[in-house]
């Protein structure tokens, strides 16, 4: 798991490939679950303000590995902790995380 990612609550972890995150830089998120959770799932990720920047339905986790679906991919535009919630639309799957972007240097 990477420094970048404080808090990992839930069945579902949230791996950030970009380690530091700074303030522009393009972020990516992996996704890993124990369990063969069934898709699809829906994700959200709220930046420091708390305004939901990313809502998306993912037919199947980006897990980074060859030939799954694509990461999540956004800018971070403001330092400071940004939520990251992901859940199974038709389970009780779920995953919680905090990413901390800091100021760029």
Sequence with gaps: MSRTITDNVGEIETICKTDPA???DLVKLVFRSDDDADPPFN???????????????????PTGKPQSAPPIEFTASAPG???????????????????NVISAM
């Design 22 to 24: 700074r303030v522009g």
């Design 81 to 99: 902790a940004y939520k990251i919630e992901i859940w199974q639309l038709y389970g009780k799957i779920r995953g919680n995380a905090v990413l």
């Design 43 to 61: 994700v959200r990720i709220k930046s420091p303000s708390g305004k939901v920047i990313i809502e998306r339905v993912l037919r199947d986790l």
